[in-house]
């Protein structure tokens, strides 16, 4: 079993940036792999970023490619999103989710099976 708690979220104007932390309870943070999703208003829940167990292997959507980064630091239980030139479109509510599988299918919201209780980013213009 793993807890994760989201937090970093927040309002920022296009082209900023913000740092969200996902942070797992427990001694067995390494055997996750652990991905983020997010959800606008209206819309179904979209894969955004993943990271593999080992750390060595990471997946981005198309539309954050280039402007986000996943990473996890194993001693101390998190992982991070750094988001930077943020858009309009970026803004939802983020989740952190975790799964004790393989690295495959990733980026499907059914494999995962833990989950945050998401944290607000907003983007205006």
């Known amino acids: 079993q793993v807890q994760l708690a989201e937090s970093g979220g927040g309002s920022v104007q296009a082209g900023g940036s913000l740092r969200l932390s996902c942070a797992a309870s427990?001694?067995?943070?390494?055997?996750?792999?652990m991905g983020w999703f997010r959800q606008a208003p209206g819309k179904e829940r979209e894969f955004v970023t993943a990271?593999?167990?080992?750390?060595?292997?990471?997946a981005y959507a198309d539309s954050v490619k280039g402007r986000f980064t996943i990473s996890r630091d194993d001693a101390k239980n998190t992982v991070y999103l750094q988001m930077n030139s943020l858009k309009p479109e970026d803004t939802a509510v983020y989740y952190c989710?975790?799964?004790?599988?393989?690295?495959?299918?990733?980026?499907?919201?059914?494999?995962?099976?833990?989950w945050g209780q998401g944290t607000q980013v907003t983007v205006s213009s």
């Open positions: 989710a975790a799964r004790e599988a393989n690295w495959y299918q990733f980026s499907r919201v059914d494999v995962y099976d833990y």
């Open positions: 427990g001694r067995t943070f390494g055997r996750y792999s």
């Open positions: 990271i593999s167990r080992s750390g060595h292997s990471t």
